[in-house]
């Protein structure tokens, strides 16, 4: 069974630091591109950032460039989400989607976890 | 302010076809695959139709999706009361080298 488990979510101060991470389970998590996308409360989803299944292809939104950091540990089945100097609107619940890399299924957010909610507040 | 645009609400009753649409530019839906999410109360979102309009295994075929020109469309048909969810279109974007998604629609049935 697919399993994507993320961790690491809580109360943190503006300007402080938060380590997201993603347990994956159930597949071949080396053979998978991984993205972040998040969602504040009430709101709609945006995506945050992407990693091939290599490690070599990384992007981010423009909303954290610079402060947010994705990798990932094929060894460790796990993704990882740094994020630094945190403000207010960062607040969200925090999902990792799974994206096939095979070329009829590439762009496609196949799987999900059942995110972790970060809220920075003062 | 999203990129790709959607109907903030649609509604219909049971057995009905409903549509949503989803706006988008020549840097997105227009150049790039039209992708659709469906996010049931309380849970995480679920992959509905992948490259306009591919269906994962699993998802019913009363789902379907279509692209034209620069807009992607999901049509939903025989619309059960199970149905009732927020519905989000994404694509590529190539000029903000990133994914970018439609603000949402909130889908009521009746």
């Known amino acids: 069974e697919v399993q994507l488990v993320e961790s690491g979510g809580g109360l943190v101060q503006p300007g402080g630091s938060l380590r997201l991470s993603c347990a994956a389970s159930g597949f071949t998590f080396s053979s998978y591109s991984m993205n972040w996308v998040r969602q504040a409360p009430g709101k709609g989803l945006e995506w945050v950032s992407y990693i091939s299944s290599s490690g070599s292809t990384i992007f981010y939104a423009d909303s954290v460039k610079g402060r947010f950091t994705i990798s990932r540990d094929n060894a460790k089945n796990s993704l990882y989400l740094q994020m630094n100097s945190l403000r207010d609107e960062d607040t969200a619940v925090y999902y990792c989607?799974?994206?096939?890399?095979?070329?009829?299924?590439?762009?496609?957010?196949?799987?999900w976890g059942q995110g972790t909610m970060v809220t920075v507040s003062s | 302010q999203s990129v790709l645009t959607q109907p903030p609400s649609a509604s219909g009753t049971p057995g009905q076809r409903v549509t949503i649409s989803c706006s988008g530019s020549?840097?997105?839906?227009?150049?790039?695959?039209g992708y659709w999410y469906q996010q049931l109360p309380g849970t995480a979102p679920k992959l509905l139709v992948y490259?306009?309009?591919q269906r994962p295994s699993g998802v019913p075929d009363r789902f379907s999706g279509s692209k034209s020109g620069t807009s992607a469309s999901l049509a939903i048909s025989g619309l059960r009361s199970e149905d009732e969810a927020d519905y989000y279109c994404?694509?590529?974007?190539?000029?903000?080298?990133?994914?970018?998604f439609g603000g949402g629609t909130k889908l009521t049935v009746l």
């Open positions: 490259r306009n309009n």
């Open positions: 989607a799974r994206e096939p890399e095979t070329p009829t299924q590439r762009g496609a957010f196949d799987f």
């Open positions: 020549s840097s997105n839906i227009g150049n790039n695959y």
């Open positions: 994404a694509a590529w974007d190539d000029s903000l080298r990133g994914w970018v």
